[in-house]
């Protein structure tokens, strides 16, 4: 299987990621030990050069990152005709060991990629380089040895797919009555999912327009909307599908990415997690709204990313609320 056009493009790409990742924390850790912008050495200069050629590396980079999930994501939903037992990703993902850890480790890289992304937008509109070892420390630190580990894992995770293996279809994976993490969402009581699910969205818009309105509530915006990240992912599996297929009993995230759903399930995933890192970024950018150089610029950056998630969930809780409506399944009487 290691000849699909797809899994060969995500294997290049993961690899190529990880090289320009491996090149840009080696100067991270340069910049992290000698950076002194009030020093003339030539050190310093190059430095500061360098700097220039990497984000504007990174920003493609990082880019990419966040579009491999969906690729990922595509590929294995793909191949689930590939194996005996599988009908979706579910399936695939399940093939062998590497699969899932895989899957949430690229959920994870994109999420930091997509906050590096926003702090790099904002150090880079500062006059004196105000947050360049943040972002170098974030990247050096935790992102670059992530996305190195998520490399080694989908490659070992494709090099295990053998199409002799019978894997288990996503009714058993997201059974009730499954012992797992996707038995345990799938068992989740539907009705007060639901109510956490709209009280969380409900959360995030009153924070949302009390820090745009009023410049205030700058810690509890980006609180709500993680919740709401969390919870409208965990409502995905509990509540959120049942209407989609209009079954009660089945559970799995994947399905809804296939053409009988009409991909649907790109949509609610995309808009989750432009709500989830749009919420992040805003409170990364937090402790640094006094910072002289930034004081008129992370304000407007924040309203803008609480703009961006307000929008991303109104239109994530839109699609779910008309399949709720529409839908001829009914859970509650």
């Known amino acids: 299987m290691m000849q699909h056009p797809a ?10 990621i990880a090289g320009m990742l491996l090149y840009a924390a080696w100067y991270g850790a340069k910049i992290l030990r000698t950076w002194d912008l009030h020093s003339g050495s030539e050190l310093q200069l190059q430095l500061e050069r360098r700097t220039y050629l990497i984000s504007s590396i990174l920003g493609y980079v990082l880019a990419f990152q966040i579009l491999s999930l969906f690729l990922f994501i595509f590929t294995a939903d793909t191949l689930h005709s590939q194996f005996t037992g599988a009908m979706c990703a579910a399936g695939s993902l399940n093939a062998n060991g590497y699969g899932y850890p895989t899957l949430f480790l690229k959920i994870a890289t994109c999420l930091l990629a997509g906050v590096w992304l926003i702090i790099n937008h904002v150090d880079t509109r500062g006059y004196d380089y105000p947050l360049i070892k943040v972002k170098y420390g974030i990247l050096v ?18 090099q295990g797919l053998h199409a002799d293996v019978i894997t288990s279809c996503c009714g058993s994976l997201f059974s009730v009555d499954k012992g797992s993490v996707g038995g345990d969402l799938a068992g989740l009581p539907a009705a007060p999912m639901e109510w956490a699910f709209y009280s969380a969205m409900a959360a995030t818009f009153a924070g949302g327009l009390l820090f745009c309105l009023k410049g205030r509530g700058g810690y509890f915006f980006p609180i709500a909307s993680s919740v709401a990240f969390l919870v409208s992912a965990a409502s ?3 509540f959120i599908c049942l209407y989609i297929y209009e079954l009660p009993s089945h559970h799995c995230p994947f399905c809804i990415l296939q053409r009988e759903y009409g991909y649907v399930g790109y949509a609610l995933y995309a808009s989750l997690f432009g709500g989830g890192v749009a919420g992040l970024g805003a409170g990364a950018l937090m402790p640094f709204r006094n910072h002289a150089s930034l004081s008129r610029i992370i304000p407007v950056t924040r309203r803008r990313l609480c703009v961006f998630a307000m929008a991303s969930y109104l239109f994530f809780a839109l699609i779910v609320s008309c399949y709720q409506i529409f839908s001829p399944l009914r859970l509650f009487p």
């Open 7 to 16: 899994i060969q493009a995500l294997l290049i790409s993961s690899l190529l």
């Open 141 to 158: 630190v935790i992102l670059a040895p992530l996305v190195i580990i998520e490399a080694f894992f989908q490659f070992r995770y494709f």
């Open 236 to 238: 995905l599996v509990s």
